[in-house]
């Protein structure tokens, strides 16, 4: 539930290998505070949200709900860098979604949120320090 895991040359489930992304991913009960360490430890920068302790969720709701940071002038939003979701069904099905492999449940997913599944990991795009 609170596992991250930093891969500067991540494939998404079904994409091909040169299709390569510089992702932090988290598990569903991963807080904002805890990516910030992880990106900050390999010199990277994750959007992410502003919360007192930075305890909000990172892989849920606040992906969900846009996802407002203080570097989204700069990098946008938090569903624009969302790379992959693994996610389970209201019928018990896991599955990973992304551009290459069930893209309909990548997009409901962001822009509707969880009306009948609930994720699992969040993978996120991250930009090397300047
Ligand atoms: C103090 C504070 C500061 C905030 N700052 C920001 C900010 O800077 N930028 C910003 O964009 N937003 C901000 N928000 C809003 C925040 O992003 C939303 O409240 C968001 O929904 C929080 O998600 P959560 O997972 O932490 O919360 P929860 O209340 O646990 O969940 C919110 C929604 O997401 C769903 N959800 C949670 N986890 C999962 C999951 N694993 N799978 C499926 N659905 C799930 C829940 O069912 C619920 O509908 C802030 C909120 C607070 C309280």
Redesign the pocket.
């Known amino acids: 539930m609170k596992d991250i895991n930093y891969d500067s040359s991540f494939i998404p489930e079904g994409g091909p290998s040169h299709a390569t992304f510089n992702t932090l991913t988290v598990a569903?009960g991963v807080q904002w505070h805890n990516p910030y360490n992880a990106a900050g430890a390999n010199e990277q920068i994750i959007v992410g949200?502003?919360?007192?302790a930075g305890s909000?969720?990172t892989?849920?709701?606040?992906v969900?709900?846009?996802?407002?940071?203080i570097f989204s002038p700069q990098f946008r939003i938090?569903m624009d860098n969302a790379v992959q979701f693994t996610i389970i069904t209201s019928f018990g099905l896991h599955l990973t979604a992304n551009a290459y492999s069930y893209l309909d449940f990548f997009w409901v997913f962001i822009v509707h949120?969880?009306i009948w599944?609930?994720?699992a990991h969040s993978s996120f795009s991250l930009t090397a320090y300047m």
């Open positions: 569903a949200g502003i919360s007192p909000v969720g892989a849920g709701g606040w969900q709900g846009g996802g407002h940071g938090g949120g969880p599944s609930v994720k």
